[in-house]
């Protein structure tokens, strides 16, 4: 079966600017997360979908992230406007049920 | 959550198990034990996981004490490739996808 897919790999922007990254999760999961790691630190879970909805956002950092999940498939994390300790790498990861977690390859952000 | 503890970095010789510990001393009764990898540059990879008996799959071996208190991820034949940062990570079973990662060990398979 296909891998959870991350696009882009890989975004260099500029502090103020927008950038929206993009999840396919492994067709079939209902499970769809986000989490990141920021230089120097540990993987930090962001929230959990379960088809559209949100059920755990308690790691979203602040309000300039938002995440889509619309027609329970693919989802989107936007952060608006990015700052510089938005740096880091974006993990997407699905499951069909919560535990064993399949996760991308991820999306390295670098706000300079 | 319970924490974890794990040793911050171990080398094993190729073709060698390669046994790692894990010390997770105030784990609750139903809280699950899980392993997961990150090879550079990659996403971080589901090995195995267990609550009270030892398991098994094709990549690895879980081992846990009786008290629950410590395991132990045993890699039977490392190679080259298992070269990676591991973590031991406890979560409860209607947490949904919410894991907390340590800082894991970094294990450094030798020729």
């Known amino acids: 079966e296909a891998g959870v897919t991350q696009f882009p790999s890989h975004s260099v922007i500029e502090k103020g600017q927008t950038v929206t990254l993009r999840c396919d999760p492994i067709s079939g999961h209902d499970n769809l997360y986000w989490y990141r790691r920021v230089m120097g630190k540990e993987i930090k879970f962001l929230l959990h979908?379960?088809?559209?909805?949100?059920?755990?956002e308690s790691g979203m950092p602040n309000n300039r992230f938002l995440a889509e999940r619309t027609g329970g498939t693919y989802s989107t994390l936007k952060v608006q406007p990015a700052e510089l300790e938005d740096s880091g790498v974006y993990f997407c990861?699905?499951?069909?049920?919560?535990?064993?977690?399949?996760f991308g390859s991820g999306t390295r952000l670098t706000v300079v | 959550d319970a924490k974890t503890t794990q040793p911050t970095s171990m080398d094993c010789a190729e073709g060698r198990a390669a046994n790692l510990p894990c010390n997770h001393s105030t784990i609750s009764g139903n809280e699950y034990v899980y392993w997961y990898r990150q090879i550079h540059s990659q996403g971080p990879q589901y090995i195995i996981h267990g609550l009270k008996n030892n398991e098994t799959n094709e990549m690895a071996s879980l081992i846990i004490t009786e008290d629950r208190k410590s395991s132990t991820l045993i890699l039977p034949h490392a190679t080259l490739r298992d070269t990676a940062v591991y973590y031991c990570?406890?979560?409860?079973?209607?947490?949904?996808?919410?894991?907390?990662f340590g800082q894991g060990t970094e294990l450094s398979v030798k020729p």
């Open positions: 979908f379960v088809k559209e909805s949100k059920q755990d």
């Open positions: 990570i406890v979560r409860l079973e209607n947490q949904g996808g919410k894991l907390i």
């Open positions: 990861a699905s499951s069909q049920e919560p535990g064993a977690l399949t």
